[in-house]
């Protein structure tokens, strides 16, 4: 989980028996650096994922904020 009014560069890569759980919460970006997989992915209102052409995997999303 990342705090308000900040932005993070990155990318988040598990293994087959790893878990990655990631919340973006409001006023955060996320610009991608690599491809992401995740288990739950959860984007608050006026949160942004740039995902900069990477490949962004989930099982589960709630979405109310800008995926790009």
Known sequence: TTASTHTYNG???TDRSGTANVTVDSGVTWNL???TNVNTL???KNAVI???GHQLKYKSLDN???MN
Do not use: E, L, P
């Open 64 to 66: 109310k904020g800008v």
């Open 33 to 35: 650096t690599g491809d």
């Open 42 to 44: 959860v984007i608050h």
């Open 11 to 13: 990318y988040v890569s």
């Open 50 to 52: 740039n995902t900069n």
